[in-house]
């Protein structure tokens, strides 16, 4: 089955810096990648996704990028917010179109924005 | 964006007593979810569930959990005799329709605490 591996574990950064966290996945047939952000007490919300036939996406202070034929990926956090602290979960996924998902998530990390 | 509620929002229970955890059904919605969160692990999938039958399992999901949406209704995940390590958090997701069918939705979760 699919592995994913997410680093670093915890990252601290000062208000108004970028982040960084990168993954790494097993399974080449993996074709959807959704990023997840946690806060305390609450269930995972999408954030952003990626797919396979895309090598780059972004959506306002947040963007990811997919390395397919090494197998990673990375969500890219710029002119980072107290209110982005929360852990942050990568995943990977074989998506069918329009049908079932089953999602691996990554170990996660959790950011500080350091105000 | 669809929210996913879940009920209780936190559940003590005694080593070996049964637990229902419930998740409210986002119509049209086919594919169903549980995931469970071990305090400070990452999110493991459980169970999927389409067309009223399991589609998938893992291997933490054994002879003591089931899953089931009857007659359309809240779909549940039932634990039938709690161990220890069963405590943690369990989400329940949806997956989306449409253009967002390929997301999944997670709710709030339910916390357990098996003592």
């Known amino acids: 089955g699919e592995n994913v591996e997410q680093h670093p574990s915890t990252l601290s950064v000062q208000e108004g810096d970028s982040a960084v966290i990168k993954c790494t996945y097993s399974d080449s047939a993996s074709n959807y990648f959704p990023w997840y952000k946690q806060e305390l007490g609450k269930g995972p919300q999408l954030i952003i996704d990626?797919?396979?036939?895309?090598g780059e996406k972004k959506d306002q202070r947040i963007a990811v990028t997919l390395n397919k034929t090494a197998k990673h990926f990375s969500l890219h956090i710029t002119e980072t917010q107290p209110e982005d602290s929360a852990v942050y979960f990568c995943?990977?996924?074989?998506?069918?179109?329009?049908?079932?998902?089953?999602?691996?998530f990554g170990t996660g990390t959790k950011l500080q924005v350091i105000p | 964006e669809p929210e996913v509620t879940q009920t209780p929002s936190h559940q003590v229970t005694q080593m070996g007593q049964e637990v229902i955890l419930r998740c409210v059904p986002i119509?049209?919605?086919?594919?169903f979810y549980w995931y469970r969160q071990i305090l400070g692990q990452k999110v493991e999938f459980l169970v999927s569930?389409?067309?009223?039958?399991?589609?998938?399992k893992s291997e933490i999901f054994d002879d003591q959990f089931s899953v089931e949406r009857p007659d359309g209704s809240n779909f549940t995940l039932k634990i039938r005799s709690t161990k220890l390590e069963d405590s943690a958090m369990y989400f329940c997701?949806?997956?989306?329709?449409?253009?967002?069918?390929?997301?999944?939705?997670f709710g709030q979760g339910t916390r357990l605490t098996v003592v």
């Open positions: 569930f389409y067309n009223n039958e399991i589609s998938e």
């Open positions: 995943a990977a996924s074989n998506s069918v179109s329009g049908g079932y998902q089953k999602v691996t």
């Open positions: 997701a949806h997956q989306g329709t449409g253009h967002k069918r390929t997301e999944a939705f």
């Open positions: 990626i797919r396979s036939n895309v």
């Open positions: 119509s049209n919605h086919l594919y």
